[in-house]
């Protein structure tokens, strides 16, 4: 019964965030629980992919961070949940908000149908470290029919370490710190682009 309730609240909330249209990301709720309940590590989503030619990895994060962050070799997909909002810099946090991408459910499926992904074929959504993004972009893409969404717990980045000269910084785990294949090289063919 917990379960439901926690599914339907996730459930409404998703309708909630994708009628409402462009939202500043800091007013979504921030969860790291998919409708599935399917989470892989980074490095057990990269042996899904190498286990499995049909499994399609797709990337959240916004463009700029890519590029300064990099991208993992084997993605399939970019669409971003979210974008930095470069009209506005908010003062108080010292930073650019970032806006929800109002077409995100359609630039994936557009995107899935391209790529021939069937609704049983594994898709592995993944963020900068596993939370705010993957995990409410797998629900939308359950939404949409897919039956096996996985969200990348430990996401592109890792955690950050707790302690040293260097507490804070995302370090630990996730699929850049874990020896997987990555570049600062984008693939054109996969990279996002606001028309398509």
């Not at 892989?40 to 959240?60: C, F, G, K, T």
């Not at 470069?86 to 557009?110: G, I, L, S």
């Amino acid at each position: 019964m917990k379960l439901m309730i926690k599914t339907l609240l996730a459930s409404s909330l998703m309708a909630a965030a994708l009628t409402a249209g462009p939202v500043l990301a800091q007013d979504d709720d921030a969860y790291r629980e998919t409708q599935l309940g399917l989470y892989v590590s980074a490095a057990e989503a990269y042996e899904m992919i190498q286990d499995n030619e049909r499994a399609i990895l797709i990337d959240v994060r916004d463009p700029i961070e890519i590029k300064f962050t990099g991208f993992a070799e084997p993605t399939d997909i970019h669409v971003p949940w979210v974008l930095a909002d470069r009209d506005t810099f908010d003062e108080e946090a010292q930073t650019w908000p970032t806006v929800r991408n109002a077409d995100f459910e359609a630039q994936v499926k557009a995107r899935l149908d391209a790529l021939g992904v069937a609704e049983d074929d594994p898709i592995i959504v993944m963020c900068r470290s596993g939370a705010t993004r993957s995990a409410p972009g797998a629900d939308v893409i359950t939404e949409m029919g897919y039956r096996q969404v996985y969200s990348v717990n430990d996401g592109f980045e890792g955690s950050t370490l707790k302690e040293g000269d260097s507490k804070g910084v995302r370090a630990l785990n996730g699929w850049r710190n874990s020896g997987l294949p990555w570049s600062y090289q984008i693939d054109p063919d996969v990279a996002w682009r606001p028309a398509n």
